[in-house]
C-alpha cells in the first residue's frame, strides 16, 4: 500500500510537469487555450507547472536520500 501512495506521489507531479511542457509548446506553435487571456500567461502557468512538477520530484528524491544515510549532511 505504501509504494502505491509512493507512485502516486511521484505519478501526479509528473503529470503537471507534462502538461506544463504541453502548454508551453501550444504558446510556441500559436495553439491558444481560451482558458488563458493572453498567450504569454498561458506559457507563463506552463513554466511553473514544469518547474513545481521537477522541483517536488527532486524534493521527493532528496528525502528518501538522506533518510537512507545516502547523501551525508553538511556540517
Avoid at 505504501?2 to 501526479?12: D, G, Q
Avoid at 488563458?36 to 527532486?58: E, K, M, P, R, Y
Wanted: hydrophobic share 55%; proline share 3%; charged share 20%.
Amino acid at each position: 500500500m505504501a509504494r502505491i501512495i509512493a507512485f502516486l506521489l511521484l505519478f501526479i507531479p509528473g503529470i503537471l510537469s507534462v502538461i506544463g511542457i504541453k502548454l508551453m509548446r501550444d504558446t510556441l506553435f500559436d495553439d491558444f487555450h481560451p482558458i488563458f487571456f493572453h498567450t504569454s500567461i498561458q506559457f507563463i502557468v506552463g513554466f511553473i507547472l514544469l518547474i513545481g512538477g521537477f522541483w517536488f520530484i527532486g524534493g521527493f528524491i532528496v528525502h528518501r536520500d538522506r533518510k537512507k544515510n545516502l547523501i551525508k549532511k553538511k556540517d
